[in-house]
């Protein structure tokens, strides 16, 4: 089935300890779709600048992804600039220029609203509150967020999180959402917020699921080379909801093979700059590391229980 | 198959953000061997005091831990005082009085030195090194140790390392002893030290197994209530040994049931201050946890690749 996702193309500049880019493409909905793309069509909805290059459109386009829903506004593409330390779980922001971003208002197209799985990427959340009421007959709806959301526009936020079908944050948000410093506290009152089912993303550590297909539980794989971080979180739900999608259900198995889809395209994402590693990945590579995930968890069960 | 602990016997004054205890049963040994006699008979080498009390021996005898490896010698206990914060991944030593550990020569008696598994828990890696000396016959030879040996004894803790079956620390102990940021590559540097595994202990996060039988990762239980992780490490040392000298082996897929089976011994351990949870467990308990922690685990595998 397809699957719709709204977020934020940009212009990326980033510094990280092993190099640095200036102005490549990024953007959270961007990555989403490239990733999804190993899966199943994708529509992206973003607006991009006058000056967005045609050179990243061809990229996207052979990736197989729907542009139609790109809205090429007057002014510049969104940019964001950004570096991280040697703890690459962590983004440091160093400049943030709206553009575009300023002029989008998020109106879908009917056959737009009408898509089956939609995804809400990191954006503004009256943005996501907006697509969320506009969407019709959708069989499964799920949104990232951020701190930025979460400090300055919590009232929207959590209007977006009643009935979800599932939230995908990292464990420092789902933390201060639920300003609870426990995470699996924090997953429990974050469910009771409206989501039936919370993936938490932790980095080089993994990721949990709680709620509705949860616990359930997996490491990262272990990369010896992680050459920028930017998208590893885009990039996971893309492999997610691309799989879900692909599978067109959501029921607790396919939700845990999609968390490891999810964890299999971060690993790729982060190996390069930018969406570079993607844009030379293969589906057979993408099912090999699957089953390398599925190696490196395996443990022999013990009898169940009797009596 | 009998499996023989050498570390400390100690009385503990832990603070946790949920409690606080003055002299309570600790030491690395102890907290080892209570965790391990839930599957194979231990003797326990450590020093304690004249002021060591009987009814902590009475608790330990109660477990069939052969207390005949207690060397009492005369002054007091060694004592170990600290506190946690929220983070509870990270103790905070406020005090320490090694009294009697300062005359802990660590000579073992023949029986003990022909014990077939051997742990040498968190102490002084000189004593370490003098029990690597003596053993005959030891089908596996494990250890631990912490970061003030890693900062202050580097070269005797390097001595202890070599040819050692496998040696188990935490993250940040890993990054310290390999100098260098990233797990993977500290792990594989460690490797290259001497120890045949490695297992690094990831607190919430899990734990993962790099060499033989590796590499291998498991999430940690997400546990809502932690009272105090004082002893987490050395409870998952005791669990993953005492499978492993039950099982009278350590091939790859023993290593990691035992493992899984060190990570439910260190989540029982958290909940509760001191020995008290281990002190009431059962055997029963650990196997339904050992059952919980696979299906928190579990996702079904796509089809092997063609060709």
């Given at each position: 089935?397809?699957?719709?996702?709204i977020g934020t193309a940009a212009l990326d500049?980033?510094?990280?300890?092993?190099?640095?880019?200036?102005?490549?493409?990024g953007g959270s909905a961007v990555?989403?779709?490239?990733?999804?793309?190993?899966?199943?069509?994708?529509?992206?909805v973003a607006a991009i600048g006058?000056d967005f290059?045609?050179?990243?459109?061809?990229?996207?386009?052979?990736?197989?992804?729907?542009?139609?829903?790109l809205r090429r506004l007057p002014g510049r593409t969104f940019r964001w600039?950004?570096?991280?330390?040697?703890?690459?779980?962590?983004?440091?922001?160093?400049?943030t220029q709206l553009n575009v971003l300023e002029r989008f208002d998020a109106?879908?197209?009917?056959?737009?609203?009408?898509?089956?799985?939609?995804?809400?990427a990191n954006i503004d959340p009256v943005l996501q509150?907006?697509?969320?009421?506009?969407?019709?007959?959708?069989?499964?709806?799920?949104?990232?967020?951020?701190?930025f959301w979460?400090?300055?526009?919590?009232?929207?936020?959590?209007?977006?999180?009643?009935?979800?079908?599932?939230?995908?944050?990292?464990?420092?948000?789902?933390?201060?959402?639920?300003?609870?410093?426990?995470?699996?506290?924090?997953?429990?009152?974050?469910?009771?917020?409206?989501?039936?089912?919370?993936?938490?993303?932790?980095?080089?550590?993994?990721?949990?699921?709680?709620?509705?297909?949860?616990?359930?539980?997996?490491?990262?794989?272990?990369?010896?080379?992680?050459?920028?971080?930017?998208?590893?979180?885009?990039?996971?739900?893309?492999?997610?909801?691309?799989?879900?999608?692909?599978?067109?259900?959501?029921?607790?198995?396919?939700?845990?093979?999609?968390?490891?889809?999810?964890?299999?395209?971060?690993?790729?994402?982060?190996?390069?700059?930018?969406?570079?590693?993607?844009?030379?990945?293969?589906?057979?590579?993408?099912?090999?590391?699957?089953?390398?995930?599925?190696?490196?968890?395996?443990?022999?069960?013990?009898?169940?229980?009797?009596?």
């Open positions: 089935m397809s699957l719709l996702v500049s980033v510094r990280t300890p092993f190099g640095e880019r200036e102005e490549v493409l990555y989403f779709a490239v990733a999804a793309s190993f899966f199943t069509p994708v529509r992206l006058e290059p045609e050179a990243h459109l061809h990229l996207l386009a052979g990736r197989g992804i729907d542009l139609s829903g600039r950004g570096e991280y330390g040697y703890d690459l779980n962590e983004a440091h922001t160093l400049d109106e879908l197209t009917d056959a737009e609203a009408a898509t089956p799985y939609v995804f809400l509150q907006r697509v969320r009421r506009r969407v019709r007959g959708t069989r499964m709806l799920a949104a990232d967020t951020m701190n979460i400090e300055r526009q919590r009232p929207d936020l959590l209007a977006v999180l009643r009935d979800l079908d599932l939230l995908i944050i990292n464990d420092a948000e789902a933390r201060m959402l639920a300003n609870q410093p426990s995470l699996p506290r924090a997953a429990r009152d974050i469910l009771r917020l409206g989501p039936r089912a919370l993936i938490v993303k932790r980095g080089e550590y993994g990721v949990a699921l709680f709620g509705e297909g949860g616990p359930f539980a997996a490491p990262a794989l272990p990369l010896e080379e992680v050459a920028d971080p930017t998208g590893a979180g885009d990039s996971f739900a893309g492999g997610l909801m691309g799989h879900l999608a692909a599978c067109g259900r959501h029921d607790a198995a396919t939700l845990r093979q999609a968390v490891i889809y999810g964890s299999v395209m971060a690993s790729f994402n982060v190996e390069d700059f930018s969406l570079s590693r993607l844009l030379r990945l293969t589906r057979a590579e993408v099912d090999e590391r699957f089953r390398h995930l599925t190696a490196l968890m395996h443990f022999d069960p013990i009898e169940p229980a009797r009596g």
